[in-house]
């Protein structure tokens, strides 16, 4: 496919001759999911395309886009990309500073909001902001600053420009090389880098993915879109993916929501990361935690058969004897009805990217018939690098390198990957391009991995995450954390001890489940300090940090810990917008509490 088009725009501009009225995307509007066909979608896009070229947008121009997912985002993307501009999406969660500096380093002209809030913490900023010329908003708005302009509006003006002829000539001048947006990683020390990626860089990507994914896809696939598009792995694999597989794409309203929408569009294929899996594993355990009698014996009885039809599974085979029978029947009375629940009862297979899957995650899915395979990749590599196939899938492990694609480990121990979906470089920033590239035209990913004896990668941490103890030992914090996230009384962990004595450990209660467990010891609390000072829940915890702590070595044991009281969040500050542990602001900020559990005489 990458061999047939010279851009994203004229990839879709192609399906749309293809498609015309099928269903492109479909997007949750008075409370209902209402599609919008190939047809439709083109419309909006070349109406706003017209209206970028009245407003005097040239190729190589850079747009901003702040908006969480919605069809408006894929409509003003596909009109900055055919037009030979280029997209500078903005977190959607970012700060009114945090968009600011990215559309001041990017020089973006125009900036695209969603909201009235995204509107507000833009205007913040646009003092600062002397090349940003123009403002327009998705939504409608009563009153309307000066330089702001609703989207509807630009429609009008774009169709009255007498523009639209222009549309096609500045499609063809797109080439492959040519930038197509500028990605800027929300890194966890010091301003972002902006990352840019080509045209050819998400061609060859999606090419790729494709190679081996390509007889999935059936005509009636309908995917749910709800990690950021900002990211360039819903971007990549949630958006032109099913776009060059000519696949309709529903859009979820809110990460919160997320299970009500799973319910309401029931996808064929998600691209997630692992939070969502952690969450409804730990709901569903949480669920029959309590239950008693027949409806336990269940329960057990279908995690025993998953457990035998893992292998299965992940060979893609079907079981056979006496397993088969008993799968058949657990499907109908647990499993079929548990899938249906939850929405997902249609899923023909789910992705997970954006950070290592707990193996009992992955195991609970697959055990089930659920197929989720894990990848790997970075903004720098448009992303995907690595993935399980359906047949070949090993828990724990990342998959096969992409074709086209060379995977090898320095004598450090770090992941170098070069092929096509690898970045052009960091805009204005060579010196950073520059080391991020080996001699012999690798790029450092910064993890750290092994490839085993099948060819399959697995990553055991972050060359920036890894802790060295006072003794010298190197541990990658990672796995013990995915660990303890396996215990349904834990929702977040950071594990702690760079240069220290011993590890430690910030731990976030999984509140719901020790409320509840606090209820039934007859445990009385009035908030949830309350509930984490209390000596019966600090032991309960610890026991649970003790039975997971069984099968790491005695350097990488826990030694203490601190229950806190507040989730982490995007909001503040703790998580990237792919909610990733930021290691170093959680250090800063709960130093007091990290202090506390070295005290003086452990010879820190």
Known sequence: MKKEYSSIGALFQDQVKKLGDKACVASKINGKY????????????????????????????????????????????????????????????????????????????????????????????????KGLKKIVIFDSIAKKPAGVMTLDEAYAKGAASKKAAEFDKRLKTVKLNDIATIIYTSGTTGNPKGVMLSHDNFLSNIFQIEADFGNMFEDDFTFLSFLPLSHSLERTAGYYMPVGAGLKVAFAEDFSTIQQNLQEVRPHVIISVPRLYEKIHAGILSRVADVKGVKKMIFNWAMSVARRNLSYVCQDKKPGGILALEYKIINKIFFSKLKEALGIDRMRFAVSGGGPLSVSDAEFFLGMGIVVLEGFGLTETTPVTNVNRPGEIKPGSVGRALIETDVKISDEGEILIKGPQVMLGYYKNPQATKEAITKDGYFRTGDIGMIDEKGRLHITGRIKDIIVTAGGKNISPQNIENELKGSRFIEQVAVIGDKRKYLSALVIPAFPEVEKWAKSQGIAFSSRSDLVANRAVIDMIDQEIEKRMKQFSRVEQIRKFRLLDAEWSQETDELTPTLKVKRRVIEKKYADEIESLYPAGTGD
């Open 34 to 129: 209402v599609d919008f066909s190939w047809n439709e979608m083109n419309g909006m896009i070349r109406k706003l395309a017209a209206y970028l070229i009245a407003e005097g947008v040239k190729k190589g121009d850079r747009v901003a886009l702040f908006s969480p997912n919605r069809y408006e985002w894929w409509v003003a993307d596909q009109a900055i990309l055919s037009i030979g501009a280029v997209n500078v999406p903005i977190y959607a969660t970012n700060s009114s500073d945090e968009a600011r500096y990215v559309i001041d380093h990017s020089g973006s002209k125009l900036c695209f909001v969603a909201t009235e809030d995204h509107l507000k913490r833009v205007l913040e900023a646009r003092k600062k902001l």
